[in-house]
Structures are given as C-alpha cells and as structure tokens.
C-alpha cells in the first residue's frame, strides 16, 4: 500500500525567509501524481501546487515550488519570501492514477510564520 | 474557489442517533468525496461517488452510506452515531477520476456525545 510521510510535524520561519517542507512516499508506481494542500485555521483545505510524476520539470505556483526527486521518491515543498498568511498545516497527497482510486494524504507539518 | 458547500458546518448529537451530512456543488462535476479528518491520520477516505447512483468505499467506510440522487449532492448518513466518529467531515469534488486535482469544502465539524 502507498504510504506518505511528512517527517516533520511543526516547522518555523521568520518572515520574508524561505522554508522547505518534506515528503517522502511510498510506491511501486511509475506513474502519479503529487500534491500540497494548504489548510489554515479556517479548516478550508485549499490546493498548493500539483506535480505529475512523467514531467521531470517541477511544478512552480508564484512563491511556492517543489523539489521532486522521482528515483528517492521525495517530494519537498519551498516557500519562498514567506508571509504571516502562509502559516497552516501542509499535508502532502499522492495519487496513484489509474482505474483503482487512492489518494493518500501524509499526517501534515504545522508551519509557524514569526514576524 | 470550487463552489463546494457543506451542510450543517457544525453539528452535536448523542450517541445512535442518525446523523446525514450534505454536500453541494454547483461545478458540475463528476467525482465526489467525503474523507474524515482525525489528529495523527490526516484525511481518510470515507466513501466516494463516480457518477449519479454510482458510489463506492474507501478506507474507513464501516459505519458509514452515501447517496448521489443529483449530480449536485452527495450524502453522507451514519444510521447511528458513535463517539468514534467525532470528526471533521470534508467534502471534495474533481471533474476527472484520480488524475484531477481534488476541490475541498470548508468541512463539517460533527461531535458525538
């Protein structure tokens, strides 16, 4: 079974600083999908960026880019010039494609924004 | 955003009551999801529909039946409520099958006493 994981459960940055959030997951797959989602205290859970595993070029969405390395199946998130609104919990998806549905979710990182 | 809504956004009830949960979008689209959200499991799939009358289980799915009469709503019921299912309830909704980014509502906060 796919597995996600998020290594690390809280994370800090001062503003206008970069911050790099990890994933690593689990699979016998060529073929997938990867996502952020964004959820802050209001509960909304609002999508980040999106990564197809068959593009080697890495998904760009403004400040937010991604750092996927396919062969260590690692999937890493990079706020760039971070902002007080960017302060949520992150969860990295996988998603497997293909007829069998599964969209899995990692258990998140809490990220702190200090002024 | 997606026009994804959800219905009630907060709700307290006692144990073995039945308890449905609305979902509604109005984009159209196909695929339709109800995941719960647990401290320590993230999102969990519950139940998913693929098509009007078409739906299927996911991961946690005991305790747990939808119905999709209308492309627009899906519906999730627990015949009777446990304090195990205290939970946050999202709705999602994608125009293709697992290939296409998934759209979020703001989500059901329900507590089972």
């Known amino acids: 079974a796919q597995t996600v994981t998020q290594s690390q459960p809280e994370m800090s940055v001062q503003e206008a600083e970069t911050v790099t959030l990890s994933c690593t997951y689990d699979t016998s797959e060529s073929d997938y999908y990867l996502f952020w989602y964004k959820q802050p205290p209001s509960r909304q859970m609002i999508l980040v960026i999106r990564?197809?595993?068959?593009?080697?070029q890495n998904a760009t969405e403004n400040r937010f880019s991604v750092n996927f390395q396919k062969a260590a199946k690692s999937f890493s998130l990079k706020i760039s010039d971070s902002q007080l609104g960017d302060a949520a919990m992150y969860f990295c998806a996988y998603d497997s494609g293909g007829s069998n549905y599964k969209l899995t979710f990692g258990k998140g990182t809490l990220l702190t924004v200090n002024p | 955003d997606a026009g994804i809504t959800q219905s009630p956004r907060h709700k307290v009830t006692e144990t073995g009551t039945p308890v449905t949960l609305r979902c509604h979008q109005t984009e159209n689209h196909r695929y339709m999801y109800w995941y719960r959200q647990d401290p320590g499991h993230g999102l969990r799939l519950i139940h998913y529909s693929y098509g009007v009358k078409d739906t299927d289980k996911g991961e946690v799915s005991d305790g747990y039946s939808v119905s999709r009469s209308k492309t627009e709503d899906f519906l999730l019921t627990l015949e009777s409520a446990t304090s195990s299912q205290t939970s946050v309830y999202f709705c999602?909704?994608?125009?293709?099958?697992?290939?296409?980014?998934?759209?979020f509502g703001p989500g059901t906060r329900l507590t089972v006493l």
């Open positions: 990564q197809e595993a068959y593009k080697q």
């Open positions: 999602a909704i994608s125009q293709d099958f697992s290939t296409d980014t998934q759209y």
